[in-house]
């Protein structure tokens, strides 16, 4: 099928996917990649971040063949829609892209194109790892012990999006469904009422905290926890729980132990190179990360908990500015930073792309270009530790040096080839 209005590069092939369940490519030297500027500071943070992403290639003797794609603002004005085939063939085609910031209207307008992006192309698993960077301000003394990586389910929960409005025949409907037929008489008040449906599934459950424990144990990581709030929605979240620990229990043997049999059975002394799965209840969770930073490593969680959470520990290293992350499904992955589109900000070269930037490493990662991966984060935290900085840090700090956008990829990019 050909592209409406997207130029695909005449250089460059495309990643292939070997095994979808194991995430095995067959990744080219010169790889086409889809990327979305994004809305509001995408026009900045975009540019910025392929800057960064092209010296890391560069230097380890690879290159990147970009391939400009649409979405929101600027496929409006392409397209006259905000999520066109042309962007979700795009993606599916060549497997491993990258995107900037989409906005959401609250309350009223199109759902969020972030979730359509995740859902059309069943990208299930958000993937936020958090770890601080030596030189940014945070408001925790110890930022340094934050070191998580939160798997958020990305197609169920609330935001699967089964609501109907206040006042809409469907909305009364449902209320008559669940009153009369279902028996929750007492359970709505009268008047107008918004009502939506939670589905959480065996299969979106299972799935995700598969790819949790899989990198736990690929990783050296001690610990994955299920955060659910299962004391209350017993039968959604509850089960949640109950399913991530059938998968610890029935699929990975000596590689995995509850926490309940490891305090059992063995007073607490952890098998080497086995992972243990625990679970907390979210509001406690967030208390815990806090208090008992170190004592996490993966937390994985149904969607509206691991929005929460994910932008909790965000906090703890500075900020979302400097937060990455990515969607990934099987075989295939769409690198995100975690902040918004900021528009009032948009055009004017200032705002921080470390997000973007960090988001791109995870996706280089993925494709196993892991030597430039690390090449990008030792060379951004080199340009922050030398002060070299966006205004959202140069204001907390003495002494630094206020750059642009554009020039802080730049400095980052000139970092690369130095540490190469």
Known sequence: MPYEKVDVPADGDKIEVVDPDNDELSVPENPIIPIIYGDGIGVDVGPAAQKVLEAAAEATGRSINWMRVYAGETAREQYDENLPQDTLQAFREFNVGIKG??????????????????????????????YHIEGVPSPVTRPDQMDMVTFRENTEDVYAGIEWEAGTEGAEKVREFVEDEMGYDETIHEGPVGIGIKPITEFGTKRLVRKAIDYALENDRDSVTLVHKGNIMKFTEGAFRDWGYEVAEEEYGSEVITEDTLWEERDGEQPENAVVVNDRIADNMLQQILTRTEQYDVLAMPNLNGDYLSDACGAQIGGLGIAPGANFGDGRCLAEPVHGSAPKYAGQDKVNPTAMILSGKLMLEYMGWKDAGELIRDAVEETIKGKHVTYDIERQIQGGEKLACSEYAERVADNIHDLA
């Open 101 to 130: 910031p989409l906005t959401t209207p609250v309350g009223a307008g199109f759902r969020s194109l972030n979730v359509a992006l995740r859902k059309r192309l069943d990208l299930y698993t958000n993937v936020r790892p958090t």
